[in-house]
């Protein structure tokens, strides 16, 4: 199993701490992760470097989520990274727009490392 880079996306840094928890008890071999606490600063983060997985919340102050997910995609800064929206968000509408705009998973908060592992693995062919 080669190692994972991750890019986990959220304005809360301690939410972002418990999904990279999550990440490593799920069994994904990290090697890096990175954080940013927005879209916007997502996006910079993946100017310089290379990712094989993005985790993002959609609720976050300047660039939401989705704003970021569409950014990403037309600036095809990583067109073949998936993108697993985890967010508190939970309405069908939401989950809709999230796959429309290129997510490739949606996890509800709160979520279990289990539910990481079953959504995230079989999208890096580790599963």
Do not use: C, W
Request: proline share 5%; glycine share 4%; aromatic share 2%.
């Amino acid at each position: 199993m080669s190692e994972i880079a991750a890019l986990i996306v959220d304005d809360s840094s301690v939410m972002r701490k418990i999904v990279e928890r999550a990440l490593r008890q799920a069994g994904l071999p990290l090697s890096k992760v990175h954080e940013a606490s927005s879209g916007v600063e997502a996006l910079d983060v993946l100017k310089s470097e290379r990712v094989q997985l993005i985790l993002s919340d959609i609720n976050m102050p300047t660039m939401d989520g989705l704003e970021f997910l569409r950014q990403l995609r037309s600036q095809a800064l990583a067109p073949d990274v998936p993108v697993v929206m985890i967010t508190t968000e939970s309405s069908e509408e939401h989950v809709k727009e999230a796959i429309v705009a290129g997510a490739q998973g949606y996890i509800r908060k709160p979520f279990t490392a289990e539910q990481v592992k079953d959504r995230v693995l079989p999208l890096l062919g580790l599963a």
